[in-house]
């Protein structure tokens, strides 16, 4: 399957003659170095990674670390110094300004952190403000707008204004602009970072089943682990502008790749993310196991019901192939290991 | 306990730090007292140099180098009006396209007669300002007919709304492109500050130059006077759209246009609304000193009635513009008010009948036959002048008193020590001090515009102009601190006092005289207090605002320390909103200059009354035209002193 997204060798560097960074030794030197020597941020450092059709992808990192610069290179909002981006198998740096026009109004769309909604349009109007710069007819627009409101569950708002709703229906507002113009690819710039915790839980769930539903493929900024965690398919780190690791939730708890990932997963309850391919052992020569085997696939705590209640091992399958076994012994360290959230 | 907290910046509005609440103590002792220590050096070196070097004080030639240049210029320019391209195909056509828009409007106002232009104004200011404005214009206007001026108020509403036009037109492009493209911002903002703070006067005589005298100057002097407003005030509404609705307007797809029609304008409307107010207060007020080159209207009435001292018979004009003033005012800023981002479909709809039946009425009450000479009539001028009469019966020793006091024992003096001082002298002085008070930049700046004067030669005149001013200053800042600080400390009596303010600020200088006038008559010091009642306002506003700007957290903890209310105000409040006294203490001396030499009319004198009589007697106009240039140096030297006040004054230490 080809990749919707193809990103390699990204740089982007702020500061006077930018250029002149990358490919030269300068690039090497860490972030503080560089700044200190020629006054260029280097935001995004030689990144490169795919994201597949209809996968939800989710950059991670601390504010800093480049992710906002990163997602706004993908559309050109924000020039890359160097590298390669492609869209759809066609490549962004090379288009000229009308058609880089053309990707923003049909293909990718974004939504904001801070939602940028125009104030002076209803809601309405905001939702169709991608259809009539592409010049599509009033009724055209309003009827498509009215649609992708009653998608994100806003139909009875559509004559208000954006400074008439709460926090959490503008981003809602925010996010039915952005579908409005049934793009392929929509990126999400920490959508609900300014949102209070239990409206971000309600945006993530309606994320998730507008996913479901629509199937398109997303581009997640955040820099919340447990967001990053609930809904991404893959997870890329950031730190300081570089690729830490890619990989699923799983990769990045059972399989941190450097102390820095390490430590950003630490807390997270590894029996919540981790499957019990993890902890499996090899069964002994000619152990007895239940009938009933688990699929590797299992996260640990969904097992832990069946695991404590079974007088013998468990055989782990994939399919019919045998992985391994679990007991008692591999699942209860698994279920205590993550550190003390509360210091002693 | 030590403070171990890094202490918050202080912030002008303006977002520009100023320094921070507590200083490292050591350094900035040091630098203080380094810095004392340089000043009193200076000073003494001053009061030294001037002993020793002080002049006669000679007057003026009435035959200067640079009159005679400036006149040679006129008579080339009145041999070449109608020969040379660039009046043929320049300022001549400038002139007459001009002439025709004036025309046009003046048709347009009075084709509709006397009831349809009321009935029309009351509409407008019902449909976009509501009823209670609607009903202050109707009020207003029949007042103009009332007081007999009706022809006069038309005619300065005529111009106007013309040079308003005129620099709408102007300005809001150029204010667009000075907040989206870098150069264009770059380049205007030096041009706007000097614009900004040239007198009135000052652009009138190049216009009669260029343009003859007459309506189309006093509409082109009015546009340059009031087109910095417009282009300020629409850049700073255009710069200040969120980046984020921008961007995120980018990211769908926008073209550079669509952004501009569909999310700039739209978000900076009102801003730009309020910058069509600005620009129309400012217009008006310099509408009025254009009767000086003879634009016809209220102005007319007043210069006149002030040259024979006969405040009577300006003050029904002064009226007439204060009303003129105080609708255009509520018009404008109730439309800029309702310019808000949005309203329901359904007050939309009405808001169009609405507009729609009122038009409908004006058209039937333009064809009732009413005419302002049907109106009952009643002047001012006969109360009045019994009123200064009385007054100058019953308080003449006081005001005398006043005047002759500070006209000895300050005004004076300074003068002779200004006018004996030798031009060199002042320049260093200039120079020197400049460098202390603002840096280098700014002191090169005024140093060089301090040898101006001498180099026009209208030392004299130009001296004893400053002095005129530097009097004025200082009655302001003491007066205005005075209020500033009451009104910040004292909640009630601020809102009280201002809807005052804010009426202040909406009239045109010239009305300031008339008090002034009633009250002392023709002198000198007549000018100083029209500039002190003209200053005065901005400065209460700016002080106050300075005090209040003070962070609570600081107040709070210096109450919390024992504080007495006072120690608050001397050690904690007045100390940090230094930035808003010294902003205060600029802006009052730009203004003061500009009245000082409107001044000139009622016997100030000197540089003022060298521009007017520039306009009235041929042999003059050259020592008019250097007095108007003597007269934009010393703005340049006053501002550009006062000026590194608020702008390059870094933390100390």
């Known amino acids: ?344 | 306990m030590t403070a171990t907290v890094p202490p918050p910046p202080v912030l002008q509005p303006g977002g520009r730090v100023l320094g921070t609440a507590l200083d490292p103590p050591a350094p900035s002792r040091r630098g203080r007292v380094r810095s004392r220590t340089v000043a009193a050096v200076l000073l003494v070196l001053t009061v030294a140099a001037y002993l020793l070097f002080r002049t006669d004080g000679a007057a003026d030639s009435s035959d200067a180098a640079s009159f005679r240049f400036f006149d040679s210029v006129r008579d080339w320019v009145d041999a070449n009006r109608d020969t040379s391209p660039f009046f043929l195909y320049g300022f001549n056509y400038v002139r007459l396209g001009v002439r025709l828009l004036v025309d046009t409007v003046h048709g347009a106002l009075t084709g509709l007669g006397f009831a349809g232009l009321v009935a029309a104004v009351t509409a407008i200011g019902a449909v976009l300002a509501g009823w209670r404005t609607g009903l202050l214009a109707l009020g207003g206007f029949l007042a103009f007919g009332v007081l007999g001026l009706w022809e006069e108020s038309v005619d300065t509403l005529v111009l106007t709304l013309s040079a308003v036009l005129l620099s709408v037109l102007i300005g809001v492009p150029l204010g667009i492109l000075a907040a989206r493209v870098r150069w264009v911002g770059a380049t205007l903002r030096p041009v706007l500050d000097v614009m900004q703070i040239m007198p009135t006067f000052a652009y009138l005589a190049p216009m009669t130059l260029l343009f003859l005298i007459g309506e189309p100057a006093a509409v082109i002097a009015t546009m340059i006077y009031a087109v910095p407003a417009t282009i300020r005030i629409t850049a700073l509404g255009i710069s200040e759209v969120p980046p984020t609705a921008v961007e995120a307007a980018t990211a769908l797809g926008s073209t550079r246009w669509q952004l501009l029609g569909k999310v700039r304008l739209p978000m900076a409307r009102t801003t730009i609304a309020l910058a069509v107010n600005q620009t129309i207060m400012l217009a008006l007020s310099m509408v009025v000193i254009t009767a000086l080159i003879d634009a016809p209207g209220l102005g007319q009435n007043i210069v006149n009635a002030l040259q024979r001292v006969n405040v009577g018979a300006a003050f029904d004009a002064g009226v007439a513009i204060v009303i003129l003033a105080v609708v255009l005012d509520r018009i404008t800023t109730g439309a800029a008010r309702r310019t808000r981002l949005h309203r329901p479909a359904r007050q939309r709809r009405t808001r169009w009948i609405v507009a729609g039946a009122a038009l409908a009425g004006v058209v039937l009450i333009a064809l009732v036959p009413v005419r302002e000479t049907d109106l009952p009539a009643y002047s001012f001028a006969a109360p009045v002048n019994d009123l200064v009469g009385w007054i100058e019966l019953h308080w003449y020793d006081v005001t005398e008193g006043l005047k002759n006091g500070i006209s000895a024992g300050v005004l004076d003096p300074l003068e002779t020590v200004l006018v004996t001082t030798p031009w060199w002298l002042f320049v260093a002085a200039v120079a020197a001090f400049g460098t202390l008070i603002s840096g280098w930049r700014a002191a090169l700046i005024a140093a060089l515009a301090a040898a101006g004067p001498a180099a026009l030669g209208l030392w004299q005149h130009s001296m004893q102009t400053l002095a005129t001013v530097l009097v004025a200053i200082v009655i302001t800042m003491a007066i205005g601190v005075a209020i500033g600080v009451f009104c910040a400390r004292h909640d009630r009596l601020a809102t009280g006092i201002r809807p005052l303010l804010d009426a202040a600020q909406t009239m045109p200088s010239f009305v300031y005289l008339l008090p002034a006038v009633a009250l002392f008559g023709a002198s000198r010091f007549t000018a100083i207090v029209a500039a002190v009642i003209f200053a005065v306002p901005p400065v209460v506003r700016l002080v106050e605002r300075g005090l209040r700007d003070v962070p609570p957290t600081v107040v709070e903890a210096a109450l919390s320390a024992g504080s007495t209310p006072r120690q608050l105000l001397w050690k904690v409040q007045l100390p940090m909103a230094r930035g808003g006294l010294l902003l205060a203490a600029n802006q009052g001396i730009v203004m003061v200059l500009a009245m000082v030499v409107v001044g000139g009319l009622v016997g100030a004198g000197a540089l003022g009354y060298d521009v007017v009589a520039g306009f009235s007697q041929r042999e003059l106009f050259g020592q008019g035209l250097a007095a108007g240039l003597a007269i934009v140096l010393l703005g340049i030297l006053l501002d550009r002193l006062t000026q590194g006040f608020h702008h390059s004054k870094r933390p100390r230490g």
Request: hydrophobic share 40%; net charge negative.
């Open chain 1, 1 to 344: 399957m080809t990749p919707m997204i193809e990103i390699a060798a990204l740089w982007k560097v702020f500061g006077p003659r930018a250029d002149r960074v990358v490919g030269t030794p300068l690039a090497d030197l860490p972030r503080a170095e560089l700044r200190a020597r020629t006054g260029c941020l280097a935001a995004v450092r030689d990144v490169s990674f795919d994201v597949r059709p209809g996968e939800v992808f989710v950059v991670m990192g601390l504010s800093g670390s480049g992710k906002s610069t990163l997602v706004r290179c993908l559309t050109r909002l924000i020039e890359p110094t160097s590298g390669d981006i492609s869209i759809g198998g066609e490549s962004v740096r090379a288009m000229n300004p009308k058609r880089l026009r053309e990707l923003r109004r049909r293909q990718v769309a974004m939504v904001f952190q801070h939602f940028g909604l125009l104030p002076h349009r209803s809601v309405l109007d905001n939702v169709a403000y991608g259809l009539e710069i592409q010049g599509r007819s009033r009724a055209e627009r309003h009827r498509r707008a009215a649609e992708t409101l009653a998608l994100v569950g806003l139909q009875e708002h559509e004559h208000q204004y954006p400074d008439q709703l709460s926090g959490g229906m503008q981003q809602r507002v925010g996010l039915a602009r952005a579908l409005a113009t049934d793009p392929e690819v929509l990126l999400f710039d920490e959508p609900f970072s300014a949102l209070d915790p239990l409206i971000r839980r309600d945006m993530q769930d309606e994320v998730r089943r507008l996913h479901a539903e629509v199937g398109k493929t997303l581009v997640f900024i955040t820099h919340d682990l447990a967001e990053a965690l609930t809904l991404g398919d893959r997870i890329a780190v950031l730190r300081d502008g570089e690729l830490v690791q890619v990989g699923t939730p799983e990769d990045l708890v059972g399989a941190p790749a450097d102390s820095y990932v390490a430590d950003f997963v630490r807390d997270v309850p590894r029996s919540d993310v981790l499957t019990l391919r993890w902890i499996m052992r090899d069964p002994a020569p000619g152990e007895l196991c239940e009938d009933e085997p688990l699929s590797h696939r299992t996260v640990i705590r969904d097992a832990v019901h069946r695991v404590l209640r079974a007088e013998r091992p468990i055989a782990v399958v994939d399919g019919t192939e045998r992985l391994g076994v679990i007991d008692a012994d591999q699942l209860l360290p698994a279920l205590i290991s993550h550190h003390r959230q509360v210091p002693v």
